[in-house]
């Protein structure tokens, strides 16, 4: 680290040596408390430790820059000033809060130590100075506590079980026959601090340090360290976060909420982080620290109530909060603490919200005129737009069980949206039934940042206790995780594993049934139905007019269609998947894979018949009975798609796909038949493959039976040649799969033409059309130039381009491919988003070679990847004409389209 | 076709418009025959249609360019004036021949038409002009039965019987009692004229054309024709000889071999095509034409004796062999033909030769001062060399069966070495039980162009009829098979599926030997032994000094040594190979698959306890088991290679396939090793792939269990460290499979380089060594910048990153590759020589990013390309360190790689 680099950032007293345009510096705490400061608004005072200082960190294996002890030592010195108090002073002692904080906020995921400077002789000095005992050691207890688990690294070896001071408290609190910790004296609680203590030294072997020195570098260290735990880490994956940014240190004088009943700690949010109602929303407890409200162990009452309790608090808290959405132009998710009415701030961020507080917010800002449109469109991510289409219950529709739809009981609707699914108790129990294909939902007193990975496996989560602002609710919020908190009907009984509500009792793996948006719990599995947007869109049960939540949609479309440059089309295969994609505004359909009609009713019997045919002659009997169906699919997909271009793949599963593979499968398929079972069997065999992604598909079909390529171009064209006939404008691209050779698609492409021309001529009439092919192998890319020649468009086939280019089977990579992505071998999961440095290369090699032989070109994307937002970002910078997605994602697609036309 | 373009050329009397330069407008043959007119041998007048004629003729749907027929009546003029004969005269008639001519010489393969000119009023006035009216009417019937075939395309339909005009002419000889054809009188003659055109008409629904000029076009478009007939194609696709050469046309005056017993045809080579010997060498009949020495009808005479019979005319033979041999500087295959004691030249063209005769000839050349070293070079195809390697008979060797090596007949021999294999009597047959994995012997009376593929499936050919120079022998000297032409001694009757050897009778799979140096042949399967080159080399039981060929092929590698930029290794996994390889003058292992010495004796044991173990604990157990196996490998081939690098490879293969696979064999090895059937079956499931190729194998396995990459390091350093101890050098690379990423090496090479460092100190001693990796998937490519980074060199796995490029599982392709590479929807199989456009431009991307980023990259090649002539060239343009290849191929490899400098 260069010397002269600051060691510390100071803030307080209207002063401060940083700003909010210092995240990278600063943290986003960091930032938040010095910016604060900056403009006037009440923040207890304090310094930041910059994040060049963690990443220096772990370069010198852990240590710490020269200069820094005596930079901290200044620093606190300009506290000690500020409030006169000293840090360690027995009779007027200054005490901090060490907190984290990382450029992106990580909730939860990091360390933080409150009350720090506490000793046996600086809590006397509190005590007196407070004249307010029973505050002092409930600090002092607060403190030891959360010392032992932070920084001490104290923990329960049994999972099911609590950490062993919880334990001891809990104990003490049931001697006391009290149920609340603001029900116990002080003696009960230096009692406590002292058994704390004593169990300290008994595990750890060694006595909790006195000296607030001491206290002071193990939390910094502390909080340094937590920047690589475990769950930070599997944090930063989840929402691609670097591992380099590091965190910052923020040491703050302590301001307390639990000095009493006229102190109060509390979160607010500018607006309703769940429907994003302008609002002034929030929750406070009175006489109580701000990890009480987090966590959740004690519900929360409404900001409301704050306005009868502390008139004025409230007044200012309101204007304050006012002023800092207006400040930063965003909605804004705030800690305050108010110690003896005097309200102070600790923290600012943009909040956190929901996709459909996202959307309302971002229009309603354009109309309160507080952002432009542009800002509005960067202001949602588009993943959250999902939410927006999520099913909602439909209580009329069928039960799968007896008793299923009771209503159990209700808590707060903390994640919009509806879910069903088995009951689990362990994030890790989540996980691994969510492996297996089960749906779950996730019931926990309360969740913790361990967690994590187990919310994103489940469906929902359903919490007994905790608020709108704990933790479940706001990373349910964050990940658009259907979540129900803070359910006081609830009672988990982990070790039985079993929960009760009411009169009702449910077992692990029983069906329960969450509705996110009203804070409904139901028993067992319901039925869903649409979305609001959805039955606006899709079903017309409801009018345009009357849904609030579809004009805001509308809207946001409305924007992004006008600002981006990429084309969205949709991957569908049948009519109805057409028509969903054309209600969503798709402008054609970028991939329609025959195949998947193959499987519909009896058809499967005519291709089985064609694999089994021993010639031609037999295999052009089988096709002329699929001939009608085929042209009866593409006709309907067509005259949905109106004059828009609707890209066909010819066949492109290896045929064995088509065939059974058990014998008593084949034994069963033989008679039904009417073939021998040998011969099916026989069949079975020569067209088993080792690695059938590399084997006989694609286009190598088509070469070896070309009457396959031949009957679904008729099909394509006779279809297209009926509608033009009917006075409409089909569009049909015809699009040959696993193309590696200008030949191959030459080969194919000359019998789609001959094709194409003897129906036209057949019918009388033209028939606009294209050919071209996928881009999915890394021969196709380098060739790319020759291709072309045959080619009018490309569509990159990202899901079997990631596969050979990375050498890597989808269907097999699960064994070790999370890991991977755990050790940071590969930055993110390829088949989620695009590998820029392998396929995204292999990608530009191809646009390049592409363009330069044929002028207008016209180049999509048709893998999973075209509905993902990072990956429409490169698509977009690649110069591509358009993305295909599942039908649901076009809404996602165009809005990611215009963010990356306006990050350009 | 440019209207400027001459359309024909014309040789005669001295002079030609052409010359030897010309060979891709005139063809091989066309240009011989110009150079030889203009140098002042006797060749009969003529012109030559060039070959952009012939790719007119296809540009425009078989029609010629206008102005053909009238340059081609101008031309003939000249041949008229020049010989004072017309064409078409009935007092005088001129006959030419029409044969076709491409730029390389494809023995047989397209058509020939000689007599042309004959009809029934031409016949009388040949008769009466040459005095002779039995040769007249033998060169009509000739004529006849030629163009019926040639051009009319008259067939058999029965494939075993002889086509309709031969069953004719047998049954005249029957009927007559005779036994050859010129024991048939010219009334005879005449009588079959007669029945073949009837027959013809019969069959045809035509007259047999009696216009000169409409047979002079029917037998130019046949020729023409031609060009694209399945054998011509399949012969182009054997030696890549590209399709759109063409062929030009050479219409010649004819001369007569079959005038009388003044005249002659024949074949010479200026040396002997079989040993390279420098010795007259060469073929003839007697009152015959020259169809008759090559398709082994007769079996002809050898040259010597013709001394006998025409003094004269050898005595001119003998000195136009050795001006002709001067002239080109070449060995020549010539054809001529004496009529009444007057030496005519028909041919002269670079001879086709053995691997031991091209050998010799350049080695001797150099010599002679014909040629230099670095001609020499290129004066031997590098696959020939395979030749000099190819095991002989072992008589004394243990048999097979009873009667087995018991000599049954001689013939010439026509192709070097030993072969055994089972009797197949159809072309077709071959190539079936080759594809099922059975070695066989092609047993012809004679061969045709028809039959080779057949030849090509084949270990050996064997005919009962024809010469040196018959097609049977020519094509297998060429395509370095072993070969035995003309046993009379032998009898096929191709309808039961027979053959009689004297007393012998062998049926259609039964096993039978020939020694294609000696021309014996025996019955049943014989074992063979080194041959002369490797008695020297690994069994030391010749000394150079006795070994005449061995002191050639030395003399060869020098200049090959002195002349090649790129290094050459070996791809071995077992000592005895890497002896093999360093005899072979290898320098260096480019690759040592680990995994293969995991298969020996009861190592598979231990490899089986660290799969199927449950924990880390587990694996570490059952690979110290291992390591002293592997380390005592280790040690032997860094021992044998002395200072030269061994590049070593870390475990590749998945893990299930040290497991069985069916139910069986599981059930067995749960016995042998004791544990449960359930927990290996569920191992062998959870270990199953749907795409192996791309699955957890290569690096990702030393990932996954970094313990294994850590036994691995540790025995290759514990051996290297060993041998320091004992004054040796050894030079251990160790290369890391299947790397994508940049982090992925660096995982590993932390753990090569730990286990080194630690391993080095605890032996007290440094050892040379170096980390790599192979380069086999198309992302490595892509980021091999990023790679270089942590990589000390580069090989290239073109197997893998064939495999990964163009989407094609070797395992599988197998299916349809094959039609691909005859449609011409791939250059070539890309598994025999490397796709330069497709896996080549990776290759070039990967090497242009590698030195970029590092400099002095060490980049070599171990995919079995390696040893692939044209691939090599390639690796050399690519600017590659060396190639790897198996042992036997270092050789080839080093020639290949001398030809590239050169070419280069």
Known sequence: MATKSRLTYSFGASRAEGNAGMREILGGKGAGLHEMTRIGIPVPPGFTIPTAVCNYFYAHRRRYPSGLENAVNLALRKVENNLGRRFGDAANPLLVSVRSGARESMPGMMDTVLNLGLNDDTVAGLAARTNNPRFAYDSYRRFVQMYADVVLGLKSTDKAAADPLTQILDAKKAQRGVRLDNELTAVDLRDLVRAYKREIKARLGKEFPADPYEQLWGAIG???GSWHNDRAIAYRELYHIPHHWGTAVNVQAMVFGNLGDHCATGVTFTRDPSSGEKSFYGEFLLNAQGEDVVAGIRTPRTIGELEQTMRKAFGELRRVCRLLEKHFREMQ?????????????????TGKRTGFAALRI???????RIINKQEALLRVEPDQLNQLLRPIFDRQ???RAEHAGDLLGRGLPAGPGAASGRIVFHAEDAVAWNRRGERVVLCRIETSPDDIRGMDAAQGILTARGGMTSHAALVARQMGKVCIAGCEALQIDYAVGKLNVGASELREGDWISIDGSSGEVFRGEIQTRPSEILQVLLTHSLDKRQSKIYRQFAQLMKWADQTRKLGVRTNADQPDQAAIAKAFGSEGIGLCRTEHMFFQGDRIQAVREMILADDEAGRRRALAKLLPMQRQDFKAILDIMGRLPVTIRTLDPPLHEFLPKTEAEILELAQVMGVAVATLRHKVNVLQEFNPMLGHRGCRLGISYPEITEMQAQAIFEAACEL???????????????VGSRQELREQRLIVDRVAQRTMKAYGVKVHYAVGTMIELPRACMVADEIAEEAEFFSFGTNDLTQTCLGLSRDDAGKFLPSYVLQGLLPDDPFVSIDRDGVGALMRIAVAKGRQRRKGLEMGICGEHGGEPRSIEFCHQLGLDYVSCSPYRVAIAKLAAAQAALRK
């Open 362 to 368: 971002a229009v309603d800002m354009v109309g309160e």
């Open 333 to 349: 998710d705030i800690e305050f603490t108010i110690e003896n009415h005097k309200l102070w701030l600790l923290q600012t961020r």
């Open 724 to 738: 033009r006939r009917e006075g409409k404008h089909p569009f049909p691209e015809v699009m040959i799969p696993l």
């Open 397 to 399: 529709g069928k039960q």
């Open 222 to 224: 502390a909080v340094f």
